[in-house]
């Protein structure tokens, strides 16, 4: 509340704040002015019974109910197409209330949703504008471009007007709009009226009609006879159908020089800001994208410098950088002092260094180690010794790959490929680094706060993380000792964070441990009156064993087929593992099918989430396009099908 009146200048306008808690709530909450309903495990909580992440998410999940209270209740929609306005704005909201609770780390965390969710939403059939111009269901808005490309949108105009005229911008829609249903017209407007001459409101507009995500090309050029560094900026549309369009897009960006040194910004380009410092020598900048092409001309830069673009994700789109070279990201990865900048460049090697062994693959050789593995390993060991490197910021640069980061970027899909090269560039950078995680995992082990232990300090669950991460990572390199030491900590510790984070460990099919299915038993024995965890127990096995054990769960005693919960854990845990999902006899696609007809019956909602794993049927080969194609023509032609579900599906058939 406190945060709210400090940064937004609302205050709360009742005498409490009425919450009720829900076992079998399946949706994360619900923003009933007087009376927030929220699922049980988004309020309720100990540590004994609660991960890190189950924290991060209560405080996610009751502050984005409690600042509905000016935008979507005060404040609300006019219609159902407007419903970003109140949850894009409000995912902003909470976003920036995290970011001052877990710092700037955060921002790889928003990343990594957006890459989750949203992108493979936005590259699908299933590509909307963030105010759709149809609906065959309400509940089908609700979607991942709604919140949270409406979240990114809302960021912009930060980025745009800075954090004074944004806040000049809110002030103004809450003094014109407070008990109205608006539009995202008003909210434009506000913004503009309250900075002018700063913000083309029409145009900016256009991001609220477009739909899929724009390209960004930047191209670069240093010429040592007059000091001038070039870049050439370009937008194009990833849908043909948005090609005479051309959005207003901040590109955060700097210089960096031979050190990492920020180099000064001096451009005399008019779509050229200065962070609004108002200083002719700044060393950050916002260059303002608005035309199909533009040239930025940056003078007096004495050596060649190495840029970085889109600092703090300032905008949605995908940036292309042909002329960034292999070198400029280690050396960004490195040296960079923006954190989204610096892990990105960690995720575009790591992404080339798998795409690099899938080429061996495909032509018929097996993976190895190579120079550009090696000096990426090398790299990662040097940020990992570095004293200046945070734990919770260790976490994120300890690159190894990521199956459904990898698939977004490949044109056409081999999951069988995939799961070998990801599989073995982590036992590669695991091998490489062992002795330098068997130093980290016991210098804290050694620390005088044992971050193991129940602690609510944000420092303590970044070492506690840390740790747990060099732990699992050491066990998943076969060492008998440390798969020991962790099934003993499992055994022993009281925090959830580690009993949870060793018990998947441990199940991992990467991992041949007889302790695997003495945990699973005992997490049971211990936990199985404990919904939330229960939940846990569930999907982590789902996503981890085979196919023929997940339908052997779901005829365990613990497992409720009438509880919503319990389906959701089974099925996500089963649909999100790719390897499991996309087999080769089309099993994983007929189990999905089976359960996505099953839900269909009672809860259409999460039916149509759960097809929405066929969005990118066409990207794969065409054995697999021709198993998926059958089962969402069985499921389309199922009698008595939910609008939800065959709005999905018939989608996914266009």
């Known amino acids: 509340m406190k945060w709210d009146e400090n940064n937004f200048g609302r205050e709360y306008d009742l005498d409490s704040f009425n919450a009720v808690a829900v076992e079998q709530f399946n949706m994360g909450a619900m923003e009933n002015k007087s009376l927030n309903i929220f699922s049980a495990k988004n309020i309720l909580s100990t540590f004994e019974t609660a991960t890190d992440?189950?924290?991060?998410?209560?405080?996610?999940?009751?502050?984005?109910?409690?600042?509905?209270?000016?935008?979507?209740?005060?404040?609300?929609?006019?219609?159902?197409?407007?419903?970003?306005?109140?949850?894009?704005?409000?995912?902003?909201?909470?976003?920036?209330?995290q970011e001052d609770i877990y710092g700037g780390t955060h921002v790889c965390e928003r990343v990594k949703v957006l890459r989750l969710h949203y992108f493979p939403e936005d590259t699908g059939p299933s590509v909307h504008a963030v105010r759709p111009d149809w609906y065959a269901s309400v509940d089908n808005l609700y979607t991942s471009t709604v919140y949270l490309k409406g979240a990114e949108i809302v960021r912009m105009y930060e980025v745009l007007l800075g954090k004074r005229g944004f806040r000049c911008g809110m002030d103004l829609y809450f003094e014109r709009h407070d008990g109205q249903a608006v539009t995202c017209e008003d909210f434009c407007s506000a913004m503009a009226d309250a900075n002018v001459g700063v913000l083309d409101q029409k145009?900016?507009?256009?991001?609220?009609?477009?739909?899929?995500?724009?390209?960004?090309?930047?191209?670069?050029?240093?010429?040592?006879?007059?000091?001038?560094?070039?870049?050439?900026?370009?937008?194009?549309?990833q849908n043909a159908s948005e090609s005479s369009q051309h959005l207003i897009i901040p590109i955060r960006i700097a210089l960096l020089g031979a050190h990492g040194e920020h180099l000064s910004l001096m451009c005399d380009s008019p779509f050229f800001n200065q962070c609004h410092s108002g200083s002719k020598q700044s060393t950050c900048a916002v260059i303002r994208l608005q035309h199909a092409s533009q040239v930025f001309t940056f003078y007096d830069i004495l050596s060649p410098p190495v840029p970085s673009l889109l600092r703090g994700f300032s905008a949605p789109v995908r940036l292309v950088t042909p002329d960034l070279s292999l070198k400029d990201l280690l050396f960004l990865y490195e040296h960079d002092s923006d954190i989204y900048v610096r892990w990105d460049a960690g995720q575009q090697i790591m992404n080339y260094c798998c795409k690099v062994q899938l080429d061996?693959?495909?032509?018929?050789?097996?993976?190895?180690?190579?120079?550009?593995?090696?000096?990426?390993?090398?790299?990662?060991?040097?940020?990992?010794?570095?004293?200046?490197?945070?734990?919770?910021?260790?976490?994120?640069?300890?690159?190894?790959?990521?199956?459904?980061?990898?698939v977004e970027?490949?044109?056409?899909?081999?999951?069988?490929?995939?799961?070998?090269?990801?599989?073995?560039?982590?036992?590669?950078?695991?091998?490489?680094?062992?002795?330098?995680?068997?130093?980290?995992?016991?210098?804290?082990?050694?620390?005088?706060?044992?971050?193991?232990?129940?602690?609510?300090?944000?420092?303590?669950?970044?070492?506690?993380?840390?740790?747990?991460?060099?732990?699992?990572?050491?066990?998943?390199?076969?060492?008998?000792?440390?798969?020991?030491?962790?099934?003993?900590?499992?055994?022993?510790?009281?925090?959830?964070?580690t009993r949870m984070r060793i018990l998947e460990c441990l199940i991992s099919p990467h991992i041949h441990t007889q302790y695997a299915s003495l945990a699973v038993s005992e997490f049971y024995d211990a936990h199985k009156d404990e919904p939330a965890l229960l939940e846990k127990w569930i999907y982590l096995q789902a996503h981890n064993y085979s196919l023929e054990d997940v339908a052997k769960l779901s005829a365990h005693p613990g497992f409720d087929a009438q509880n919503m919960n319990h389906v959701r854990a089974l099925v996500n845990g089963f649909r999100f593992c790719q390897s499991k999902l996309h087999t080769n006899d089309g099993s994983g696609y007929v189990f999905l099918a089976h359960w996505i007809s099953q839900i269909d019956e009672k809860n259409p909602f999460w039916a149509a989430r759960f097809a929405g794993s066929f969005n990118n049927w066409r990207r794969y080969d065409c054995h697999r396009q021709k198993l998926?194609?059958?089962?969402?023509?069985?499921?389309?032609?199922?009698?008595?099908?939910?609008v939800d579900l065959h709005e999905v599906i018939s989608s996914c058939l266009k």
Not at 378 to 406: D, G, M, Q, R, T
């Open 53 to 97: 992440e189950d924290l991060r998410n209560i405080l996610r999940v009751v502050s984005h109910e409690y600042f509905h209270n000016w935008t979507g209740n005060r404040v609300t929609c006019r219609n159902w197409f407007e419903l970003t306005l109140k949850e894009g704005l409000t995912v902003y909201r909470d976003q920036r209330f």
């Open 203 to 237: 145009h900016f507009m256009q991001w609220y009609s477009y739909r899929g995500m724009p390209i960004v090309r930047v191209k670069h050029r240093y010429n040592e006879a007059d000091n001038t560094f070039t870049l050439w900026c370009t937008q194009e549309p």
């Open 360 to 406: 061996r693959i495909c032509s018929g050789k097996e993976p190895e180690c190579d120079n550009i593995l090696q000096q990426f390993t090398e790299s990662i060991k040097a940020v990992l010794k570095s004293h200046n490197v945070s734990e919770a910021f260790k976490v994120e640069l300890f690159c190894l790959p990521n199956e459904s980061f990898l």
């Open 409 to 497: 970027t490949l044109s056409t899909i081999d999951p069988d490929a995939v799961h070998k090269v990801c599989k073995f560039v982590e036992e590669t950078v695991i091998k490489v680094l062992q002795n330098d995680l068997e130093f980290s995992y016991t210098s804290l082990k050694c620390s005088a706060h044992p971050p193991l232990v129940m602690e609510v300090d944000v420092k303590w669950a970044a070492e506690r993380n840390w740790r747990l991460c060099c732990l699992t990572s050491l066990c998943k390199s076969g060492i008998d000792m440390y798969l020991d030491e962790a099934f003993l900590l499992f055994r022993t510790s009281k925090c959830m964070e």
């Open 628 to 642: 998926m194609h059958e089962q969402l023509r069985i499921l389309i032609e199922k009698p008595h099908i939910s």
